[in-house]
Nanobody, 126 residues
Framework: QVQLVESGGGLVQAGGSLRLSCAAP?????????MGWFRQAPGKEREFVAA????????NYADSVRGRFTISRDNAKNTVYLRMNSLKPEDTAVYYC??????????????????WGQGTQVTVSS
């Protein structure tokens, strides 16, 4: 079992920035897991945002966030980050991090992820 704890969400004005963090406390094999960020807005389906392989050497982004968001990880701290710049009101959602035991893949498919965090709310005001 992998516990994932997200933090860093909040309220920000359009054009602003936030950095989300997702920690896997005590997980000595964190680098074996690919990590992804997904989001779900009210009334909408969950959608892929970004993913990173276990080594950090491969990343994958949704077209809607490419160039504005950056996913990174610090395996020594068992933490993955999502830096979000130039935020738009349509980025408003609950953001979830997820872990995939197939660490060499940075998948955009939610069903391929084995563990999920509880989510953190991001609200972008216009």
């Amino acid at each position: 079992q992998v516990q994932l704890v997200e933090s860093g969400g909040g309220l920000v004005q359009a054009g602003g920035s936030l950095r989300l963090s997702c920690a896997a406390p005590g997980r000595t094999t964190f680098s074996m897991y690919a990590m992804g960020w997904f989001r779900q807005a009210p009334g909408k389906e969950r959608e892929f945002v970004a993913a990173i392989s276990g080594s950090g050497g491969s990343t994958n982004y949704a077209d809607s966030v490419r160039g504005r968001f950056t996913i990174s990880r610090d395996n020594a701290k068992n933490t993955v980050y999502l830096r979000m710049n130039s935020l738009k009101p349509e980025d408003t959602a609950v953001y979830y991090c997820a872990a995939d035991h197939l660490g060499y893949i940075s998948s955009s498919v939610a069903d391929e992820y084995d563990y999920w965090g509880q989510g953190t709310q991001v609200t972008v005001s216009s």
